[in-house]
């Protein structure tokens, strides 16, 4: 199977261009470009395909070029519109940490509904090449798309059957679950002692209809993340 390339754009490319050694000019030689090609990627502009190909080429598939195309994206139309982040929250109806999480890249595949309001919000559509690089960077093959939600967020709660992660301000994940409705489940954890910030910060999931399948993955996810799995090491939390 072919490796997707990684998507390279704004600050993890210049991170990269810095650990390589490397002045603007000279990878715009590499690349076949000018020196304010390379800077406008820098500050954000997207490459194409042929762009992605020539980068992946010099700087290889690396991890720490993964980007942040739509939290990338809602900063840059949020300052040209000179919006704090506590003002596009009451003009989306998301909220003040949600959208921190969205631009900071701890939640890089928001819910529909929520790219969505933050478009309305900001009177802007939603590139195409950031909508198909968030997808090729969420997508599992046979499976579906890995999508972050805000768990404090009744709102934004997933009404689907499948698995959930919840992770700490340090993006570590503290539970995992399963449920045939992820907002019953989620919502069953609002009296527990843990269930607050900044134990649980962000959470994502992904959809799997089969309960017997949704069991199995919980309990192999939980086993192979151990003692990271603090909250659920033992599926001991049930209501």
């Known amino acids: 199977m072919t490796q997707p390339m990684t998507p390279y754009t704004g600050e993890h490319l210049k991170k990269l261009r810095v650990q390589a050694n490397l002045t603007q000019v000279q990878l715009a030689q590499k690349l076949g470009l000018t020196q304010p090609a390379v800077s406008a990627l820098e500050n954000g502009a997207h490459p194409s395909a042929e762009q992605q190909k020539k980068l992946s080429e010099v700087f290889g598939n690396s991890e720490d070029a993964v980007s942040n195309p739509f939290g990338d994206w809602v900063k840059r139309e949020r300052e040209k519109l000179n919006l704090t982040v506590q003002e596009l929250a009451v003009k989306s109806k998301v909220s003040v940490p949600g959208i921190y999480n969205i631009e900071a890249g701890r939640n890089t595949n928001?819910?529909?509904?929520?790219?969505?309001?933050?478009?309305?919000?900001?009177?802007?559509?939603?590139?195409?090449?950031?909508?198909?690089?968030?997808?090729?960077?969420?997508?599992?093959d046979g499976m579906g798309a890995f999508t972050d939600f805000e768990p404090f967020s009744p709102d934004d709660l997933p009404k689907t059957a499948g698995i959930y992660v919840l992770y700490d301000v340090t993006e570590r994940p503290v539970y995992v679950g399963e449920g045939g409705d992820i907002s019953k489940r989620i919502k069953s954890h609002n009296d527990k002692f843990w269930f607050k910030r900044p134990i649980v910060d962000t959470a994502s999931y992904i959809e799997v209809s089969d309960e017997k399948l949704r069991v199995q993955i919980e309990k192999l996810l939980i086993k192979f993340l151990k003692s990271n799995a603090v909250l659920n090491k033992q599926n001991v939390d049930r209501p």
């Open 110 to 140: 928001p819910r529909q509904v929520t790219k969505d309001k933050l478009a309305k919000a900001l009177g802007a559509k939603i590139p195409g090449d950031v909508t198909a690089i968030v997808k090729n960077q969420s997508e599992i």
